[in-house]
């Protein structure tokens, strides 16, 4: 079955920098599309970033452009997302999903969060 599991989140200061991945299983990541989500606590969950898999286009939220790369490693079917010059707001549980789609879906140009498959979250704490 479709299986995504997140890793690589924990404590960072502010200015620090994280890698975090989202290894897949149950299917061919060659083929789809991966996003990155964040829940803040108290708020409501928000699309970070995506990767196609057609021309491997990427799509960033506004706050994290310049800051956080996308990437991915199909041989190892695994997602990354480097974040560097972390901020305190960017603290949450971030997680990766797909609803098995080639290409990222954007709805009034933020990412579509009605995706079908879900990891259980990685939790990023950005503090001094």
């Known amino acids: 079955q479709v299986q995504l599991v997140e890793s690589g989140g924990g404590l960072v200061q502010p200015g620090g920098s994280l890698r975090l991945s989202c290894a897949a299983s149950g299917f061919t990541l060659d083929y789809y599309a991966i996003g990155w989500f964040r829940q803040a606590p108290g708020k409501e969950r928000e699309g970070v970033s995506c990767?196609?898999?057609?021309?491997?286009?990427?799509y960033y939220q506004d706050s994290v452009k310049g800051r956080f790369t996308i990437s991915r490693d199909n041989a190892k079917s695994t997602v990354y997302l480097q974040m560097n010059s972390l901020k305190p707001e960017d603290t949450a549980t971030y997680y990766c999903?797909?609803?098995?789609?080639?290409?990222?879906?954007?709805?009034?140009?933020?990412?579509?969060?009605?995706?079908?498959?879900w990891g259980k979250g990685t939790l990023v704490t950005v503090s001094s």
């Open positions: 990767i196609s898999s057609s021309d491997d286009s990427t």
């Open positions: 999903a797909t609803d098995l789609y080639s290409r990222c879906r954007l709805v009034n140009g933020f990412l579509d969060g009605g995706m079908d498959y």
